[in-house]
């Protein structure tokens, strides 16, 4: 029989109870911050050589809520291109950006780097032609979002210092699927946080009590054992039977709720993940480079995805149009060979779908692209760069949402928006975004 003091098992609960508690996730927090821009696509760009001693942008005291507003914004729109560390994933990485280049000349840069491009700013010149020339998109956001970015590649260099390891910024690597969710999903986790908060008060309170109970009970085992006993065979009274509290029903319980919930919470983020692919980048039956023909070749998209402007769908290219130019161009070719075979046999190429939503949400490409300008780079990343084709973006709820919330309406030369614009510039100040115009309903997308 093993035999502690009571001291001992107060010691042991308490470590207990301070081990108990678990992070609770902020997945399902996302979709209702406004944490997306319109672009899935690089944010700041900064990792030239010859870095700016003084001058840089100090953002000063990090403020946690300014923090949390460019982390969701960097995840969402700068981690396909950008890490937080000195990683080269297409643009440079972003460790000490702050330290750089003046705050000022980042506010231009991120809202409209192809006009600091043009302005004849070396800096920006030189970043430019050392990365390809590979065009980062404008963002519109305001001073403070574009703060918040900043703040929070600032606080996880501080991070990175504190703990001796360092933040990486992308969760795409060049292989195949990457477990992570880019976007924010699902509903608020702050009545689940309250549940477990409560549980674990009923918790403590369940494990005070029984400590009491074996205690009292411990007294009077042990005065009944001096009564039959000698006094120099007494036990201590302040001892308790461990395997006695292990085997009581209130212990059995509290940790019967213990593990339910930590069962539960497991099995919440799991869900999370279901049907999120993002970093997925198959094999395909014939080895297609977009680098080579939409980078290198500058061929448009649309001129092989043909549905993109007038369908649902953008289509999968047939092998017809492939023929356009392998009819006499690298006819030798192994891989070209292949669309030959095809075609002599009669049989389609099984390409292998990269970007798959489910079948209860609705997405039109030419809702997008063609009434609402929006580059195929938003959403499916540099496709120009990329020798396979891979999921860069999360396409989860959650993220399309927040895309919704931050985009403006292409209302250029579009009457259909004119009163539409006129009555929301009669209470709002702020530019006609998607989501002024049903972009949040569910039945835009569900039905």
């Known amino acids: 029989m093993h035999l502690i003091r009571k001291s001992g098992i107060f010691t042991v609960l308490l470590a207990f109870l301070s081990l108990g508690f678990f992070p609770i996730s902020t997945r399902a927090q996302e979709a209702n911050a406004p944490n997306q821009g319109d672009s899935t696509a690089t944010t700041v760009d900064a990792a030239a050589d010859g870095a700016v001693a003084a001058g840089g942008a100090q953002p000063g005291a990090l403020d946690p809520e300014q923090i949390e507003l460019?982390?969701?914004?960097?995840?969402?729109?700068?981690?396909?291109?950008?890490?937080?560390?000195?990683?080269?994933?297409?643009?440079?990485?972003?460790?000490?950006?702050?330290?750089?280049?003046?705050?000022?000349?980042?506010?231009?840069?991120?809202?409209?780097?192809?006009?600091?491009?043009?302005?004849?700013?070396?800096?920006?010149?030189?970043?430019?032609?050392?990365?390809?020339?590979?065009?980062?998109?404008?963002?519109?956001y305001s001073d403070a979002q574009i703060r918040g970015i900043l703040a929070y590649v600032k606080s996880t260099e501080a991070g990175a210092a504190a703990g001796g390891a360092s933040a990486t910024g992308s969760q795409v690597p060049a292989g195949g699927p990457v477990a992570t969710g880019g976007g924010g999903d699902g509903i608020s986790s702050n009545l689940f946080i309250i549940v477990v908060v409560a549980l674990l008060v009923v918790l403590v309170l369940v494990l005070v009590v029984l400590v009491l109970v074996v205690s009292m009970l411990a007294k009077v085992a042990n005065n009944t054992a001096v009564a039959g006993v000698g006094s120099a065979e007494k036990e201590p009274t302040d001892q308790v039977d461990l395997a006695k509290v292990t085997k009581s029903t209130p212990f059995k319980a509290g940790a019967a709720v213990l593990f339910l919930l930590v069962a539960g919470k497991a099995s919440v983020d799991g869900m999370y993940d279901i049907g999120v692919t993002q970093g997925y980048a198959p094999k395909q039956p014939i080895a297609y480079s977009h680098k080579l023909h939409a980078g290198q070749y500058q061929i448009q998209c649309r001129y092989c995805h043909t549905g993109v402007n007038v369908a649902k769908s953008a289509n999968i290219p047939s092998a017809n149009i492939c023929m356009n130019c392998h009819g006499v161009i690298k006819k030798e070719s192994p891989e070209i060979q292949k669309i030959y075979a095809a075609i002599e046999q009669n049989r389609p190429i099984e390409w292998v779908r990269v970007h798959n939503l489910p079948d209860f949400a609705y997405f039109n490409h030419a809702q997008h692209v063609n009434v609402g300008g929006v580059q195929?780079?938003?959403?499916?990343?540099?496709?120009?760069?990329m020798e396979v084709v891979q999921q860069r973006s999360s396409l989860t709820m959650g993220w399309c949402i927040d895309c919704h919330r931050q985009t403006n309406v292409n209302a250029a030369g579009n009457e259909y928006y004119d009163k539409l614009v006129a009555g929301h510039n009669d209470y709002s100040k702020e530019p006609l975004k998607v989501q002024n115009i049903g972009g949040l309903e569910c039945s835009k997308c569900h039905y």
């Open 70 to 140: 460019g982390k969701g914004l960097y995840s969402n729109n700068c981690a396909q291109c950008h890490a937080v560390t000195n990683e080269v994933i297409i643009g440079p990485g972003l460790q000490g950006i702050n330290e750089r280049r003046p705050e000022a000349w980042l506010l231009n840069w991120i809202k409209n780097p192809t006009k600091v491009v043009q302005s004849g700013d070396q800096y920006a010149v030189d970043l430019f032609n050392k990365y390809n020339k590979t065009v980062m998109p404008n963002f519109a």
């Open 376 to 385: 195929c780079q938003q959403c499916h990343g540099e496709i120009q760069n």
